[in-house]
């Protein structure tokens, strides 16, 4: 089985500062992994994956991640965050052989203030 | 118009009323599923379908029934609602060929039981 562990509920941050969101992941098998961002009144959209292959991985949006295989850990960065960031950002995990369930982690609130 | 629909998007209902929320999707997937989000919880999987003659119970399946009505249609019932039952349902769907593992989410169902 798998699961997820995001480390900050929440993340203030001023605009154009720089963010990272923490996610470690537990898994007895090799997993696929990925970021989803939900904004208000809105469904969660994916913002990146990592399937395989380069361990650093670009999104949408000026978005990255870094897969630490050592470390189970798969954080979310952005060099300069804007106003528009402000969401909910929800780390997930799949076995990549017979993964039928996506097992998403309590999510980090990022609040970007002027 | 969204690939991914959802109705209804907010709905206020009693203790002991039947409520159903239904999930409608144009892209083609044949694999549908049903989450609760809950603040500091994440997302649960409720049920998931991979077509409409194959249901399977998700981690938090209790309260809960679905119907496959046809490969586009995934329907969530509650067959008595409770207050514990108040919050934010998605429907998922999620591609087979050339599958990624990404969901492509609606969005949402608030519902709240008094």
């Known amino acids: 089985a798998q699961s997820v562990t995001q480390l900050d509920s929440q993340v203030p941050v001023f605009e154009e500062a720089p963010v990272e969101l923490r996610c470690n992941y537990s898994s007895s098998v090799s997993v696929y992994l990925f970021w989803y961002v939900q904004y208000p009144n809105q469904g969660l959209q994916l913002l990146l994956k990592?399937?395989?292959?380069?361990?650093l991985v670009k999104g949408i949006n000026g978005f990255e991640a870094e897969f630490n295989k050592s470390q189970t850990s798969f954080h979310l960065r952005k060099p300069s965050v804007h106003i528009s960031d402000t969401a909910e950002y929800f780390c997930a995990v799949r076995a990549n052989t017979g993964g039928f369930k996506t097992i998403f982690g309590a999510g980090t609130r990022l609040f970007v203030k002027a | 118009d969204a690939d991914v629909t959802q109705t209804p998007r907010n709905r206020i209902t009693k203790t002991g009323k039947r409520i159903m929320l239904e999930c409608s999707q144009t892209k083609g997937h044949d694999r549908m599923y049903w989450y609760r989000q809950d603040p500091g919880l994440g997302l649960r999987l409720i049920y998931y379908?991979?077509?409409?003659?194959?249901?399977n119970k998700g981690e938090i399946s209790d309260g809960y029934s679905v119907s496959r009505q046809a490969q586009a249609k995934f329907s969530l019932s509650l067959e008595s609602a409770i207050p514990n039952q108040t919050a934010l349902y998605f429907c998922a769907t999620r591609r087979t060929r050339g599958d990624t593992g990404e969901l492509f989410f609606g969005e949402g169902s608030r519902l709240t039981v008094l």
């Open positions: 379908s991979f077509d409409v003659k194959d249901i």
């Open positions: 990592y399937l395989s292959g380069s361990t």
